[in-house]
């Protein structure tokens, strides 16, 4: 039985802080119509220029996946588009009215809800499909990243993470059907290490970041006085390490949560192919340039 294409049935918004940029914006979902795919429109600029949400238009991925077109750019892209593909919704239009999507609580969860809140409709048109018809690998062994694709009749991820840190450790996390993106991956939340966010400080680079969408490894002995310090830049009364190795700003919702959403950056960065996909995912180490190199290597290889 073909699997028809689907939108939602009213606009709903989104609004909150970008990560990076610290703006405050507003996101909206609007219905589309069949075969429109996933549009990006910034409604703070005159002409309302449109980006797709397409692996071409792909022009940075540090710190996380950002599209530009004519000097025009939207940046943390990653979240709503995993929300969209784990929802089976193929037709949207986002306006944005800022540079940067609001990073919410670091994982997919609100988009998914204001999705779900707006409606899922079911289009008068068969889903178009990328279907994997041969295996295709990328790997970096000097960074001991891999990720391949090989057929399969459905979608499917294994991701596994070992950064080579004990309070970390060893991670895989799988999702076996789109069905279960909503509760087992759409909550997950990014996390990054102590020293990761000692330089996104130093450097002024998480304007609009608090403790309460990222988790936070602590992967070295920190003194009280360090802690006394991040308190103070995140506007706590105190914060300490638990005994798990991570700052006592948030509960995970599940032991292998990191892994877990590496798993849904995987689904919001190859989103950018344009058509679900019909095919088995295998990542080592995934992060968003080797997800969006290897996003180029399928589209070239398939020739889509």
Known sequence: MTEPQKTIHQSISVEGNGLHTGQTGTLIFHPAPVNHGIKFRRTDLASKP??????DFVVSTARGTTLGKNEVSISTIEHVLAALTGLGIDNVLIDLDVEEIPIM??????????LLKAGIKVQDAPKNYLVITETIIHEIPSKMIKIMIEPADSFSVTVEIDYETQVLGKQTAQLNHLAEFEKEIAPCRTFVFLHELEFLLQNNLIKGGDLSNAIVF????????????????????????????ILNNLQLHFENEPARHKLLDVIGDLTLLGKPIKGKITAFRPGHQTNTEFARIIKHTLKV
């Open 50 to 55: 449109i980006i797709d949400a397409n692996i």
């Open 105 to 114: 609580d670091g994982s997919s969860q609100h988009f998914v809800q204001a």
């Open 218 to 245: 602590i992967n070295r002995q920190v003194n009280q006085q360090e802690l006394d310090r991040l308190a103070k830049v995140f506007n706590k009364p105190t914060v300490k390490v638990k005994e798990n190795g």
